[in-house]
């Protein structure tokens, strides 16, 4: 997913207005969209089997609130998804695209000005957003535990859905999709795939001026640097260490020094970077520079198909592994419609829903493939990926944990301060 750092001052406004504005609070709610008024709040949803919330969410609409950046995805939402919440259940879809810091800044006015019935009720957040709305008392839950769909199809206990960048879930977020860091080069261009930091080294040195990678706090940018610190330093130290500026500097010291290393062969000699992942992609695609890095894993295949991309195209991984995380749902504290929020994310888990997103969008899905039957697991099985991508159960055999999320801002800052320019 991509993402914006919440701000110090919106955390702040938040913390001092919220406090007292728990999730699943005993609200009145109304549906967003419905004629009649709903009885859908915390307390009497508790009391309410899953059948019973679809019924009491017909005729309403629910909004979905969250990066609208990515065309193929906003299409399928609103072909695929919303025609389906509509014909089984009545619902409508109400898509919202905003970034993740404009959507909490949204939702904490609501809630400072006392509404009951806000605006928001789905959105599609993880990191140390969601971190930062949960301690805050912005999201509602428990709620994955009501859901039929959760408890029949996923993996209640893995760490892709009890953690999100090492930060306990407890129920108030649902798996949306996963997500795990690639590289991709044309090897008619650049044969040589770096699978290491040593390699990579001696790559940028090969073609000086033509890598890059976006600026922090870009989402891939900033992924790709942690990278960058795990083969430098490793990452099992990062695991539960403490978001002490002075402390993270000194263990992720090596990396800045590497970073630094690289500069001067880097596009622009690294005085500047692509201000975001899109740029950096676009570049790519133009020839300007030999390397591209995304967390959207299967990309390559559907960009080759469009023409975006050369037919020789690969997607890659560092031998020891690139970083992976999960996406999620969450429902607002202050939603007017929670049933219908938590029907259509019963739903988005669906396999159905799952292996369309799989098929159409090639994004990793969620469920747990033990559960699934036989003609659910060959629905996704098969899946044609497409040309340039790494084999899924390769690629997620080589998938690294994200490091607790409130250590992700300090390494910007520090990258910031002592990588740029110098």
């Known amino acids: ?49 899953f059948e ?51 959507v909490l800044s949204q939702l904490s006015g609501e809630i400072e000005g006392g509404e009951e ?20 008392n912005m999201l509602y839950g428990p709620f994955t535990d009501k859901l039929p769909n959760f408890n029949d199809y996923v993996d209640a206990e ?3 859905v009890t953690l999100d960048f090492a930060y306990p879930i407890e129920g108030y977020e649902a798996p949306y999709g996963k ?36 600026a922090l706090p870009d989402f891939t940018g900033s992924a790709f640097v942690r990278n960058i610190i795990y083969e430098i330093c490793g990452y099992e130290q990062f695991l539960d260490m403490e978001a002490d500026k002075e402390t993270v500097r000194e263990a992720v010291e090596p990396a800045m020094e590497y970073l630094r290393g690289l500069n ?9 970077f692509p201000d975001s992942s899109t740029t950096l992609d676009n570049m790519f695609a133009d020839g300007e520079v030999v390397l591209n890095m995304t967390y959207d894993a299967y990309t390559t ?43 259509a994310i019963n739903e988005m888990l669906s396999p159905e829903m799952q292996a369309s997103r799989y098929e159409e969008l090639k994004v990793i899905p969620v469920l747990d493939n ?29 998938r690294l944990p994200e490091m607790p999320a409130e250590l992700v801002p300090i390494i910007e800052e520090i990258w910031t301060e002592e990588v740029v320019g110098q």
């Open 52 to 102: 019973e919330m679809a019924e009491e969410a017909k005729g309403s609409t629910v909004t979905f609130y969250g990066w609208g950046g990515d065309e193929a995805l906003n299409e399928w939402l609103d072909n695929v998804f919303a025609p389906t919440m509509k014909e089984k259940y009545d619902i409508t879809m109400e898509r919202v695209p905003m970034d993740i810091e404009q």
């Open 158 to 160: 893995s760490e892709d």
């Open 301 to 343: 295949g559907i960009k080759i198909a469009d023409g975006t991309y050369t037919e020789t195209t690969q997607s890659f991984q560092f031998d020891k592994g690139t970083i992976g995380n999960t996406n999620f749902m969450a429902i607002a504290a202050n939603s007017g419609n929670k049933a219908g929020a938590m029907v």
């Open 179 to 214: 997500a795990q860091v690639v590289l991709i080069a044309d090897t008619a261009v650049t044969p040589d795939l770096p699978t290491s930091a040593e390699a990579l080294e001696e790559f940028v040195k090969k073609y000086p001026g033509k890598v890059t990678y976006p």
């Open 370 to 398: 033990e559960k699934l039957s036989e003609d659910q697991k060959a629905a996704f099985d098969s899946v044609d990926l497409g040309p340039g991508t790494i084999p899924q159960d390769e690629m997620l055999s080589k």
């Open 264 to 272: 001067p062969y880097l596009w622009n000699e690294g005085k500047t």
């Open 1 to 49: 997913m991509k993402k914006k750092i919440v701000t110090a001052m919106l955390a702040a406004a938040m913390t001092l207005s919220l406090a007292a504005c728990g999730g699943g609070s005993d609200q009145s709610t109304e549906g967003n969209g419905a004629d009649t008024e709903t009885e859908a709040s915390g307390d009497s949803l508790e009391e309410m089997s």
């Open 117 to 136: 019935d806000g605006s928001i009720d789905m959105i599609w957040i993880n990191g140390e957003n969601f971190q930062s709305a949960k301690e805050n």
